[in-house]
Nanobody, 127 residues
Framework: QLQLVESGGGLVQPGGSLRLSCAAS????????IGWFRQAPGKEREGLSC????????NYADSVKGRFTMSRDNAKNTVYLQMNSLKPEDTAVYYC????????????????????WGQGTQVTVSS
């Protein structure tokens, strides 16, 4: 079965950190660029960032620049989103998505079609 599974969400106080994981099963994640998205209640889905096949990152959302960083371990078939200095407005369901590409240094735009999506993991930032 081809799927992405996010984990690592939870409840954290403002200023705290979380690391989300996005693990692939049934396919080789190294052949895909990975995008991170979030959706807060009552809001549209927001594209946050993307990591290309070689591990280079692109941030799409100004709100997370300098606070969120991505990494990938292709040997573990997993991509990570490290979130620091979390704010209440970061509260949302976070999703990872994979888009196959032959170009190792290219990241898709948030509006591009992705091949696989995870089920999401809830992040709540509250005191």
């Amino acid at each position: 079965q081809l799927q992405l599974v996010e984990s690592g969400g939870g409840l954290v106080q403002p200023g705290g950190s979380l690391r989300l994981s996005c693990a692939a099963s049934g396919f080789t994640l190294g052949n895909y660029a990975i995008g991170w998205f979030r959706q807060a209640p009552g809001k549209e889905r927001e594209g946050l960032s993307c990591i290309n096949r070689r591990g280079g990152g692109t941030n799409y959302a100004d709100s997370v620049k300098g606070r969120f960083t991505m990494s990938r371990d292709n040997a573990k078939n997993t991509v990570y989103l490290q979130m620091n200095s979390l704010k209440p407005e970061d509260t949302a369901v976070y999703y990872c998505a994979a888009r196959g590409t032959v170009f190792p240094y290219v990241c898709p735009q948030p509006s591009d079609e992705y091949d696989y999506w995870g089920q999401g993991t809830q992040v709540t930032v509250s005191s």
